[in-house]
């Protein structure tokens, strides 16, 4: 979609050539993109919802879907509520967004001290008649950070940053099925969900009540074709036996470092897939994709790309486009660009030979007697040993050093090893990160867990010990 597109998201899906084509989210609950552009769930309404400040906190993907169709270019902002997220802190984000109306299906949701009242969605008669095709408000949409602690910020889009990267058609002739491991309601699987209702494509969600294994089942059903998640979760799908259900020809993962390790592993179980890692943030937006099947990014790619301006400072990553956030919501946020427009993403990145590597957060780094370990760089070394299904490395303290690097894994297979096959096991892990790393950032000790924590925005959960 062109930036300066003045149609609605509603209005966008109307003009589509396919309006048949459905939303998959499991135990029955599908609906045609033509039924949730016409449906009748907010006319009635629609005069008070004008110009107003909207929270979005559905239970169900598919009722956030509806609201999101048609609340774009009638309310001023709309926030979009991930299930994940406390609602302690929905108080505080409808303060912040003065909130003047909560829509949920939740009939146990209440907001105390905010002036808000309940909208109930509801599938009323679908229809075209009424709807409104042009668009007489451009809608503020705000998503929140996915932080493990405190309080989220409020990030502030519009359509058209959201959807800059977006071509409004399918450039394959061949038939698409979009699939998505994310909740719309967060950046990534937004972007999904706006690429399939701008291009008229099926989409096939998954549900957090259903495990890996139904839901790689139901979408070898429905023939995804395309599909996205975070390193994390594509872990999560290999180590499935159900991983062989679905046969995709596109696997995207974005969200954290993807490292050699799961990209091998991807291409190997999905030998015609094409394999491309992405980055992009809530904040920055989408900011490039790779598609050679190395982690890292050519050397090259950084200035050269005519849609987005990217620059390392202090060795992080800046970007500056039409694509990034405009900025926080409320007066005492901080800033979200520099004086020049670009963002701080907060990524690290370390220039060997022609390639860019993700080091990890600038906010994340393990202090070792004064010197930085980056878990994520460690990780990406264990998750190379062949029984290794995933890694998350973490500091516990030391009255010496202040941290110490240790770091707990997840084999591949459900059995766990016996004594002497462990200590094989934690031998040849520390072996390869001797060979790899600094002494400094070798892990002093290896735990094996039957699994890690990983968060509903599909990212592995980080805390300091």
Not at 2 to 7: L, M, V
Not at 52 to 67: F, Y
């Amino acid at each position: 979609m062109p930036p300066n597109n003045p149609r609605s998201l509603c209005a966008s899906i109307l003009a589509a050539r396919n309006l048949s084509a459905c939303i998959d989210v499991g135990l029955g609950a599908r609906r045609s993109w033509g039924e949730l552009a016409g449906e009748a769930a907010f006319a009635v309404r629609r005069a008070e919802l004008q110009q107003s400040s909207v929270v979005v906190a559905t239970t169900g993907q598919l009722d956030a879907a509806a609201a999101l169709i048609q609340l774009d270019g009638t309310v001023r902002r709309m926030v979009l509520y991930p299930p994940d997220l406390s609602r302690e802190h929905l108080d505080y984000v409808a303060r912040l967004a003065d909130a003047e109306w909560i829509v949920t299906d939740d009939p146990d949701l209440e907001s105390s001290n905010c002036n808000i009242e309940r909208i109930v969605p509801r599938r009323g008669r679908s229809t075209n008649e009424g709807v409104d095709r042009g668009q007489k408000v451009e809608t503020e949409w705000i998503l929140l950070t996915s932080g493990t602690t405190g309080l989220p910020k409020l990030v502030k889009h519009t359509l058209a940053s959201l959807t800059g990267a977006i071509s409004p058609h399918n450039p394959s002739s061949v038939p698409v099925v979009w699939s998505t491991l994310y909740d719309i309601r967060r950046y990534g699987g937004l972007q999904i969900f706006l690429r399939a209702a701008l291009t008229g494509t099926p989409l096939v969600l998954s549900d957090a009540h259903e495990s890996i294994a139904e839901y790689l089942s139901r979408a070898g059903v429905d023939g995804i074709t395309h599909i996205s998640g975070t390193p994390s979760q594509w872990r999560r799908v290999l180590m499935s036996p159900s991983a062989n259900k679905i046969a995709p020809a596109y696997v995207r993962l974005s969200g954290e470092i993807a490292d050699q390790a799961i990209l091998n592993q991807l291409k190997s179980q999905y030998p015609e897939a094409r394999i491309a890692h992405a980055f992009a943030s809530t904040e920055a937006g989408v900011v490039l994709e790779v598609n050679d099947g190395v982690m890292g990014i050519p050397a090259n790619a950084i200035g050269h790309n005519p849609f987005v301006e990217m620059k390392l400072k202090d060795g992080t990553l800046r970007v500056r486009s039409s694509r990034t956030a405009s900025g926080y919501l409320g007066q005492d946020s901080p800033p979200l660009r520099d004086g020049e427009g670009f963002v701080d993403t907060g990524d690290v990145l370390e220039l060997r030979e022609d390639r860019y590597y993700f080091a990890g957060r600038r906010d994340g780094t393990i202090n070792v007697g004064g010197l930085k370990v980056h878990p994520e760089e460690v990780e990406a070394v264990i998750n190379r040993h062949p029984e290794v299904g995933m890694s998350l490395v973490r500091t516990r303290k030391s009255s010496i050093t202040g941290g110490l690097v240790v770091a707990d894994v997840v084999l591949k297979s459900p059995k766990q090893p016996g004594e002497d096959r462990t200590q094989a096991l934690q031998r040849e892990i520390l072996q390869i990160c001797r060979a790899e790393l600094a002494l400094y950032k070798v892990p002093v000790g290896i735990n094996f867990v039957s699994t890690l924590p990983v968060s509903q925005t599909g990212k592995l959960v980080r805390r300091h010990a």
